[in-house]
C-alpha cells in the first residue's frame, strides 16, 4: 500500500474541476483508491464521495493506493491535488 | 406616473448587464407527479429501464460536453463531473437498491436517491459545495426525464427574441442550452454567485439577478420585465417612462462596450498626459495564441511559454517538433517580437521521461535554467530548435531562472554551442537574435546591474520574484496573505532592477501576473516599467489603466508604496475567505 499525504491547491477547494480530473485518473487505475480528509475516508474513484468530503483550498488529504500500480497512482493522484486549477 | 403598480424586486446580481425583455416562466412540475407511479414493479424490468436511461442520459451530457456558442471549455466541464456522478458506483447501487429492496419504479428510484445525496450536499458548510446539490438533482432529473419518455425542450419551444428567463432555480443544463439569441436575461428565486447558472450567464455575457426569493411568483408569463444585473433588480411591469429610461440606458451601455473596445484596440498605449509611450505584449503558451495575442492588440509576445510541448507526453519532442511550434510562433507575429522564454520545468513539474530526482525543496531545487544546463542534450535540442525558428521572425530568447553571473554565461554559451553545431550540421539559423534573462530571483534582482552588462533585455517575473523574496509558497493556502506584491521589499527589488535596466540601456519588461493586474498599473509606471507582458485577454484592461494615468500621480504612487504595502496583490485569498463566511 502506497500512502502520499498532498495539499490541495484549487483555489476554491477540491470542487467539481479537480475532483473530476481526480476520479478520472483514479478511475483508470486497478488499485483501489481511498482518500481520507478530517477524520473521513472515502472511495477515491466516487466524484460524489470526493464532493462530499468539502476539502477547502490548503486542505491536507492523505491519499492510500493498494494494488498492482499503486506507485504511480499515488504519485499522479498527488499531483492532480498540487495544480492550481483556477 | 403610475408608480404603484410596478413591481420592484430585488436580488443578487450575477452577471452585468441591462435587458429590457418580456418574461418566460419555467414551471418544474411537482416531483411529487412521480409519487402517482408508485405501484407493484417487475424488479428486472425496471433494472433493465434503469440501465438503459443512464446510458442515454450519460450520450446527452457528453453531447453538452462539446464546445458551443462561445462558452469557455471551463465552464462547460461541469457536465464532465455530472456524468461521473451518472457513473459513480455510490449512486447506481443505490438506485438499484432502492429498486430491489423497496420494489420503486425506476423513476422513483432515482428521484429519491438524488434527493437523498443533494441532502448531504445541502448540509455542508462551504457555500460552493452546497451548491453542488443542484448538480445532483440535475442528473436525477435527467435520468427521470429520460424514463418518463420526455424530451426536455418543452418549454424553450415558448420563446421568443428579448425573453427573459423567469425561474424558481436554472439547472447547469438549463443554462447552457439557453439560446442566447432568443433569450436576454435571466432572474431565479434561488441560487448563488458560485452556482453554475451564474457562471455560465457570465460566460455567455447574459444578465443575470439570481435568489430573488418568492417575489418572482408575481410575474406573470409575457409580463414586461426589466433587469439590472449590475445592481441586482428586476422591475416587473414598468410604466412607459421607465421603459423608456432603461431602453436608452440599455442603448447607450451596447454603444458603450463596442465602441470603447474598437476604440481602445486603436488607441495607443500611451499615459494620459502623453508623457509614456508603453509597450504591450501579451503572454502566450502555444503558436495558436500567438494570432489571438495579435488580434488583441499586442506589440509583441513577452513571454512564449515552451512547456506545453513537454508536457502530456511519453518522450521528449524532437528538434523538428518544437521547431515547427516556435516557427509558426514566430510566423503568426512577423516582424513584432516573440520572445520565447526556454524550458521552465523540474522541481514540483517533472517530467517522466526525464527521471528528475525527488526533491525535499522542489521550489529551491534543479528547475528550469538548472535542469537544462544539467541535462545538456535536451537543452541543446531545445535551443537549436529556437534558433532555427528565428529565421521566420522577431525572436528573443530568454533564460529564466538565472540567479548567478556563472548560470548565465553557461546557458549563453550552450547557446554559442548550439549555434556551432548547427553549423556543422550545415542547417540554417539566426545568427544573432536577442537574449535576456527573467529577474525572478532576488540574486539576480539585487546585482541586475552586474547582470545588464551581460544581456540584452530584462523580464521582470513577478510570481518568483514575491515568492522568493517574501519565503512564501504562493500555493499554500495557510500563509497567501503573506504572498503579497506590495510587500515594499518587493517594490524595491522591481525598482532596483528597472533602475539598472536603465543605466544600461537595455529594455525591461514585466510578464508576471502583476502586469496584468491593473490595479498594480499605476504603481508600475510609477516604478519606471514601461513594457507589459500580460494574457491577451487582459490587455485592454491594463491599457485603459494605461490611458487614465498621469505620470506625476504614478510617481507619487510608486514613492510612497517604496515605503507602504498599498494593498493585497492576490485577490482570490481574501475572496476565499469571504464565501466561506456567507
Known sequence: MKKVTAFVQSSMGLHARPATDFVKCAKSFSSSITVTHDGKTVNGKSILNILSLGVPHGGEVLICADGSDEERAAALLASILSENGE | ?582
Not at chain 2, 412521480?34 to 424490468?45: E, G, I, K, T, Y
Open chain 2, 1 to 582: 406616473m403610475k408608480i404603484d403598480a410596478i413591481l420592484e424586486i430585488r436580488g443578487t446580481g450575477v452577471s452585468p448587464g441591462i435587458a429590457v425583455g418580456h418574461a418566460v416562466k419555467i414551471e418544474r412540475e411537482a416531483d411529487t407527479e412521480s409519487r402517482s407511479l408508485f405501484a407493484p414493479v417487475n424488479v428486472n424490468a425496471e433494472l433493465q429501464r434503469f440501465e438503459t436511461a443512464l446510458k442515454a442520459a450519460c450520450d446527452a451530457l457528453s453531447e453538452l460536453c462539446q464546445q458551443r456558442g462561445g462558452i469557455p471549455k471551463k465552464d462547460l466541464e461541469i457536465f464532465e463531473a455530472q456524468q461521473l456522478i451518472l457513473e459513480d458506483e455510490e449512486f447506481q447501487n443505490s438506485v438499484v437498491q432502492a429498486i430491489k429492496e423497496a420494489s420503486l419504479c425506476a423513476e422513483v428510484a432515482v428521484h429519491d436517491t438524488a434527493e437523498k445525496i443533494s441532502l448531504q450536499f445541502e448540509k455542508m458548510q462551504d457555500e460552493y459545495f452546497r451548491q453542488r446539490a443542484a448538480d445532483v438533482l440535475d442528473v436525477g432529473n435527467r435520468v427521470v426525464q429520460i424514463l418518463k419518455g420526455r424530451t426536455e425542450t418543452d418549454w424553450r419551444s415558448g420563446l421568443t427574441a428579448q425573453s427573459i428567463i423567469v425561474a424558481e432555480d436554472l439547472s447547469p443544463s438549463d443554462t447552457v442550452q439557453l439560446d442566447k439569441a432568443l433569450i436576454c436575461g435571466l432572474i431565479t428565486g434561488k441560487g448563488g454567485k458560485t452556482a453554475h447558472a451564474a457562471i455560465l450567464a457570465r460566460a455567455m455575457g447574459i444578465p443575470a439577478v439570481v435568489s430573488a426569493g418568492t417575489d418572482i411568483d408575481s410575474i406573470k408569463n409575457g409580463d414586461t420585465l426589466i433587469l439590472d444585473g449590475s445592481a441586482g433588480l428586476a422591475f416587473c411591469r414598468p410604466d412607459a417612462a421607465m421603459l423608456k429610461e432603461y431602453q436608452l440606458k440599455l442603448q447607450e451601455c451596447r454603444m458603450m462596450m463596442a465602441e470603447k473596445k474598437k476604440m481602445l484596440l486603436r488607441l495607443p498605449a500611451e499615459t494620459k498626459d502623453g508623457l509614456q509611450k508603453i509597450l504591450l505584449m501579451a503572454n502566450i503558451a502555444s503558436p495558436e495564441e500567438a494570432c489571438v495575442a495579435a488580434e488583441s492588440g499586442a506589440m509583441g509576445i513577452g513571454l512564449f511559454r515552451t512547456e506545453f510541448l513537454f508536457m502530456d507526453r511519453s518522450e521528449m519532442p524532437d528538434e523538428d517538433v518544437q521547431f515547427r511550434a516556435y516557427r509558426a510562433a514566430a510566423e503568426a507575429m512577423q516582424a513584432a517580437p516573440l520572445t520565447i522564454r526556454t524550458l521552465d520545468i523540474g522541481g514540483d513539474k517533472g517530467l517522466s521521461y526525464l527521471h528528475t530526482e525527488k526533491e525535499d525543496n522542489p521550489f529551491l531545487g534543479c528547475r528550469a535554467i538548472r535542469l537544462c544546463l544539467r541535462e545538456k542534450s535536451l537543452f541543446r535540442t531545445h535551443l537549436r530548435a529556437i534558433l532555427r525558428a528565428a529565421i521566420y521572425g522577431n525572436v528573443q530568447i530568454m533564460f529564466p531562472m538565472i540567479s548567478s553571473l556563472d548560470e548565465l554565461r553557461a546557458a549563453k554559451s550552450a547557446l554559442e554551442e548550439a549555434k556551432q553545431s548547427l553549423k556543422e550540421d550545415g542547417i540554417a539559423y539566426a545568427e544573432h537574435p536577442l537574449v535576456g534573462m527573467m529577474v525572478e530571483i532576488p540574486s539576480a534582482a539585487i546585482a541586475a546591474d552586474l547582470f545588464a552588462a551581460e544581456v540584452d533585455f530584462f523580464s521582470i517575473g513577478s510570481n518568483d520574484l514575491i515568492q522568493y523574496t517574501t519565503a512564501v509558497d504562493r500555493m499554500n493556502g495557510q500563509i497567501a496573505n503573506l504572498y503579497d506584491g506590495t510587500n515594499p521589499a518587493v517594490i524595491r527589488l522591481i525598482k532596483m532592477t528597472i533602475d539598472a535596466a536603465n543605466a544600461a540601456k537595455i529594455p525591461v519588461c514585466m510578464c508576471g501576473e502583476m502586469a496584468g493586474d491593473p490595479a498594480m498599473t499605476k504603481l508600475l509606471l510609477g516604478l519606471g516599467l514601461r513594457s507589459f507582458s500580460v494574457t491577451s485577454s487582459g490587455l485592454l484592461a491594463v491599457k485603459e489603466m494605461i490611458r487614465s494615468t498621469s505620470m506625476s500621480d504614478a510617481c507619487r504612487e510608486a514613492e510612497r508604496a517604496l515605503r507602504l504595502p498599498v494593498k493585497s496583490v492576490d485577490p482570490s485569498f481574501n475572496a476565499d475567505r469571504e464565501e466561506c463566511t456567507t
